[in-house]
């Protein structure tokens, strides 16, 4: 059911795009943010599909800040895939947007990925006036400088960081470049039914944390072919990661705790919160 459920949500996330890139004119930048969110598990778009699902939220409205969470993530590869950054030229397979463009283009594209994300996440459809403002403020701080952004300046400082990260360090850094999105996307559901968030926020806590370690075990076990983009850059960098802190088998070890955390934390849902469960599951044992 989960697999279904991840494939008809990217499937709908894609057709969203296309509607929606397809009322704008066709010029460089827009081309540019069409081929930045062509593609991905859609993972974040799912979440919040889910989450309004558990809380009985229409999935017609729900697909709009599924789409904006998935908007918002595009922008966040697109600047990182910069020269300025990671200076990648790959990403889900295909050219990054700088090699394909150049970057001027990817600036670009990356801040209309950024506004067009709240654009939709507070599309009128989603939901009233309240609604609308708390996911505009929470996805704000959830991605600027208290989250996202955030992380990603730590990750770049510790580059050039005298010492390594410690793995509380990490964990923090990984909270908000990686988790911050997650918790937004796994609680938007319930910020649309102005629900208790505690539940949501307990599993996706524990879920963005077994995302970047089980990342950062791909980086290394994995290959650029069956990932889509560069692998082992980390480690070749002598960055500090979760598997070089912890080694491979016990950073497996907690990513597979984490998932149990994350799963216990539904059970306020009882077997409505299967399939998020399931989502768990497959961040551990993903390919890519």
Same mark, same amino acid.
């Given at each position: 059911?989960?697999?279904?459920?991840?494939?008809?949500?990217?499937?709908?996330?894609?057709?969203?795009?296309? +509607? /929606?890139?397809?009322?704008?004119?066709?010029?460089? /930048?827009?081309?540019?943010?069409?081929?930045?969110?062509?593609?991905?598990?859609?993972?974040r778009g799912f979440l919040v599909l889910e989450s309004a699902r558990l809380h009985g939220i229409d999935p017609n409205k729900a697909i709009w800040p599924a789409t904006g969470i998935?908007?918002?993530?595009?922008?966040?590869?697109?600047?990182?895939?910069?020269?300025?950054?990671?200076?990648?030229?790959?990403?889900? !397979?295909?050219?990054? /947007?700088?090699? *394909?463009?150049?970057?001027?283009?990817? /600036?670009?594209?990356?801040?209309?990925?950024?506004?067009?994300?709240?654009?939709?996440?507070?599309?009128?459809?989603? !939901?009233? !006036?309240?609604?609308?403002?708390?996911?505009?403020?929470?996805?704000? *701080?959830?991605?600027?400088?208290?989250?996202?952004?955030?992380?990603?300046?730590?990750?770049?400082?510790?580059?050039?960081?005298?010492?390594?990260?410690?793995?509380?360090?990490?964990?923090?850094?990984?909270?908000?470049?990686?988790?911050?999105?997650?918790?937004?996307?796994?609680?938007?559901?319930?910020?649309?039914? #102005?629900?208790?968030?505690?539940?949501?926020?307990?599993?996706?806590?524990?879920? !963005?944390?077994?995302?970047?370690?089980?990342?950062?075990?791909?980086?290394?076990?994995?290959?650029?072919? +069956?990932?889509?983009?560069?692998?082992? *850059?980390?480690?070749?960098?002598?960055?500090?990661?979760?598997?070089?802190?912890?080694?491979?088998?016990?950073? *497996?070890?907690?990513?597979? #705790?984490?998932?149990t955390e994350a799963c216990d934390a539904l059970h306020v849902y009882h077997a409505d919160g299967d399939v998020l469960r399931d989502a768990a599951r497959f961040v551990v044992t993903r390919k890519s």
């Amino acid at each position: 059911m989960f697999r279904d459920r991840l494939n008809d949500t990217a499937a709908a996330i894609q057709a969203q795009f296309d +509607t /929606v890139l397809g009322t704008f004119d066709a010029v460089p /930048v827009v081309r540019a943010m069409a081929h930045a969110t062509n593609g991905g598990k859609r993972l974040r778009g799912f979440l919040v599909l889910e989450s309004a699902r558990l809380h009985g939220i229409d999935p017609n409205k729900a697909i709009w800040p599924a789409t904006g969470i998935e908007a918002l993530h595009a922008y966040s590869l697109v600047h990182d895939d910069l020269p300025c950054m990671d200076d990648d030229d790959l990403r889900r !397979g295909e050219p990054t /947007v700088h090699v *394909k463009w150049d970057e001027a283009t990817a /600036v670009l594209a990356g801040d209309a990925l950024q506004t067009l994300a709240f654009e939709l996440a507070t599309h009128p459809s989603a !939901g009233n !006036g309240d609604v609308c403002a708390d996911l505009a403020q929470s996805l704000a *701080k959830a991605s600027g400088a208290q989250g996202m952004v955030l992380g990603q300046a730590l990750d770049i400082a510790a580059e050039t960081a005298d010492a390594p990260l410690t793995l509380d360090q990490i964990t923090a850094l990984q909270r908000g470049k990686t988790g911050a999105l997650i918790e937004w996307s796994a609680t938007a559901g319930a910020r649309m039914a #102005q629900a208790d968030l505690g539940p949501l926020q307990t599993y996706a806590r524990a879920l !963005g944390l077994a995302f970047q370690i089980a990342d950062d075990v791909l980086d290394i076990t994995s290959d650029a072919a +069956t990932m889509g983009k560069a692998t082992g *850059k980390d480690a070749d960098a002598g960055k500090a990661t979760f598997v070089s802190l912890l080694g491979l088998d016990e950073a *497996k070890r907690r990513a597979d #705790q984490l998932v149990t955390e994350a799963c216990d934390a539904l059970h306020v849902y009882h077997a409505d919160g299967d399939v998020l469960r399931d989502a768990a599951r497959f961040v551990v044992t993903r390919k890519s």
